[in-house]
């Protein structure tokens, strides 16, 4: 496929939503107000709207190799800041995937160049479940429970973050999920961890504001 079509494409996508929603271009001109933020593996398999059926507008979106939340990441605490003070979404959804390679390659002791930097922190919290870990028979159980774990850690790096914390101390609604996609049957299954205030949060990690 020459990159030539993909702007083909888009034109026929534009003229059919222009013509299915013959309001919906004009007003997402004018503002964006979407309810959810969303937090997922930049894996082209793992499409934020399309997997939840969540048309232009609706979904606000951030996602990087392997859906990481660091509390140094500017670019991520940014999309949180936004997100949470300026866009007042009620419901931020970390969505990890099961055979996440970003995932797989931090429990190896491949040579990944820049991107080791980045995955380290997921060498530590296989550390911190190692005894879990270990109960599992075959690498690719292992793995799956890894991408699910990284999914709640995620969850907690954001009940942890500031952005999160002083929202809950305004009383602004604002739910956390933890979710994860299945790649070979395309669906998402909640991980049943989800944090709504900061009783969710350990005293540790509380910050007095
Ligand atoms: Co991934």
Redesign the pocket.
């Known amino acids: 496929m020459s990159i030539e079509s993909l702007l083909a494409m888009n034109q026929q996508w534009a003229a059919k939503v222009a013509h299915e929603q013959p309001e919906l271009f004009a007003t997402l001109a004018k503002q964006q107000a979407p309810k959810y933020l969303w937090i997922g593996?930049?894996?082209s398999r793992?499409p934020a709207n399309e997997i939840v059926g969540l048309l232009p507008g609706e979904l606000f979106v951030h996602r990087n190799?392997?859906?990481l939340v660091k509390h140094v990441d500017f670019n991520c605490q940014s999309v949180i800041q936004y997100a949470v003070d300026v866009l007042k979404v009620e419901h931020i959804i970390v969505c990890?995937?099961y055979?996440?390679?970003?995932?797989k390659v931090a429990l190896e002791n491949t040579n990944a160049g820049i991107s080791d930097y980045w995955l380290r922190s997921i060498k530590d919290i296989f550390l911190r479940h190692r005894e879990e870990l270990k109960e599992y028979k075959t690498e690719h159980e292992r793995l799956s429970r890894m991408?699910e774990i990284n999914v709640v850690e995620q969850v907690a790096n954001l009940a942890h973050s500031k952005i999160v914390q002083t929202a809950w101390q305004k009383n602004q609604p604002l739910q956390i999920h933890g979710w994860i996609y299945g790649l070979n049957d395309g669906v998402i299954n909640d991980l049943s961890v989800t944090r709504k205030g900061l009783s969710d949060v350990d005293d540790i990690y509380q910050v007095d504001m």
Do not use: L, Y
């Open positions: 593996c930049s894996d793992v190799v392997a859906n990890g995937h055979g996440c390679g970003g995932i991408c």
